[in-house]
């Protein structure tokens, strides 16, 4: 007779297994400690089989039973129903082992000797934070552009341009290396170019990298031809990649020696919202030479003609323009004062530097509103202060190759 549900909750532990016989070859194994384990005898290819079908009460009777239907079933299709469960659980530790976590880590293992380790860091962090915790825990290869396109939007949603362009290089060098190890046989990341958002900008005139040294070089003299103070104050520029507008307002109450740390204030900032620019052994030498000339007023740099103004907008335009970069000497570039923070910024990112730090020394904050308000600025202050250090000794490194070069010449 079949069983009920009755008999099945009721049936008591005895001193040794027994069985409760249900039909279609279905039985109930009870053990001595009360456990109660669904099991279905069948035959395939002549050999007598036992199929495991799950535990009492989490399988219930009437759940017992259409797992036996659906074996009977497999039977009827020439299908060993305990190989095809195997089979199934091979899958699912298959999976497991080529999870988008468990190739990502091994990709990084793999890359990880060919990087500096600030640079390994820096792309582990960024897949641990941004990517892991929504597709770590997917098998790679039931990943579909459309999840990987999901991350991206979440990092474009806090305004991190760059951070969401490297994480989706970073997601399409772990899939490229499942295809080459067998993991995968197309990559879903292969067609997503294009798909990244572009923060507007108005294309100020910038130097390209090559032609910074002979700029650094030629400012060094300005002050044969021009004021020792517009050429201190491009100096300062060059070395902070602030904006124009936030060096020409700077005042001397804004500078701490001490911590070695410009706060510019909110209310010059055109985000409103303070802002810290750690300064270099460079840095702090080029404001005190400027404090020999201006440290009677309150403003750093004042207009010649006003004390109490800061110093034109033209001002230091003209200069780089008089030094043979307004775009007509040949050889030279065009560049203007607002664009040193694109020439920073492109070489800083060439050399692997914390693309989020890099975002925060440029003032780029959140536009969404209730994450700004939540925006601290000293965050990424250690990356922040290495980064500025870095910066200053790259460019005292290149004037004095470029100055040796000429000399050799």
């Not at 039909?23 to 089989?49: A, C, H, I, M, T």
């Not at 495991?52 to 009777?61: M, Q, T």
């Not at 507008?245 to 804004?254: C, D, H, I, Y």
């Not at 970069?325 to 030279?332: L, V």
């Amino acid at each position: 007779m079949p069983l009920t549900d009755v008999q099945v909750r009721q049936a008591k532990a005895k001193l040794k297994d027994y069985w409760l016989t249900d039909e279609k070859g279905l039985r109930l194994l009870v053990k001595p400690n009360g456990s109660k384990y669904w099991r279905l005898k069948y035959r395939f290819l002549d050999k007598q089989k036992t199929l495991a079908i799950g535990v009492y009460p989490a399988v219930s009777l009437k759940e017992a039973r259409e797992s036996t239907i659906e074996a009977k079933r497999q039977l009827a299709q020439g299908v060993d129903p305990s190989l095809l469960r195997k089979n199934e659980k091979q899958g699912v530790r298959i999976n497991a082992q080529n999870s988008f976590a468990s190739l990502a880590k091994e990709w990084w293992e793999h890359q990880k000797g060919t990087w500096k380790q600030d640079h390994a860091n820096r792309v582990w962090g960024r897949l641990e934070n941004d990517v892991l915790p929504y597709l770590g825990s997917q098998p790679i290869a039931e990943i579909h552009p459309q999840a990987i396109i999901s991350v991206i939007r979440k990092i474009e949603s806090r305004d991190a341009l760059d951070v969401a362009a490297r994480v989706l290089q970073d997601i399409g060098r772990v899939c490229r290396y499942a295809v080459q190890t067998g993991r995968l046989t197309q990559s879903p990341a292969t067609e997503l170019q294009g798909i990244l958002k572009r923060r507007k900008t108005s294309h100020r005139d910038s130097l390209p990298r090559e032609e910074l040294p002979g700029f650094l070089n030629a400012l060094d003299k300005y002050h044969e031809q021009g004021r020792l103070l517009t050429q201190l104050a491009i100096q300062l520029l060059v070395l902070t990649f602030v904006r124009s507008g936030e060096l020409r307002g700077a005042r001397w109450e804004e500078f701490n020696f001490e911590t070695r740390v410009w706060r510019i204030p909110g209310d010059r900032m055109k985000m409103n919202t303070d802002h810290l620019v750690p300064l270099s052994s460079q840095a702090i030498d080029i404001i005190e030479q400027i404090q020999l000339v201006t440290g009677q007023y309150d403003l750093v740099f004042p207009s010649e003609r006003n004390r109490h103004q800061s110093m034109s907008d033209n001002t230091m335009r003209r200069a780089i323009f008089k030094l043979g970069y307004d775009g007509k000497t040949a050889g030279k570039s065009k560049a203007v004062p607002h664009g040193f923070r694109a020439t920073a910024s492109s070489i800083l990112n060439e050399e692997g530097f914390n693309p989020d730090a890099i975002e925060r020394q440029l003032s780029h904050q959140e536009r969404n509103g209730v994450r700004a308000a939540y925006t601290h600025h000293a965050r990424y202050m250690d990356d922040r202060i290495t980064m500025m250090q870095w910066w200053a000794d790259y460019l005292d490194q290149i004037r004095s190759t470029s100055h040796k070069t000429a000399l050799d010449k």
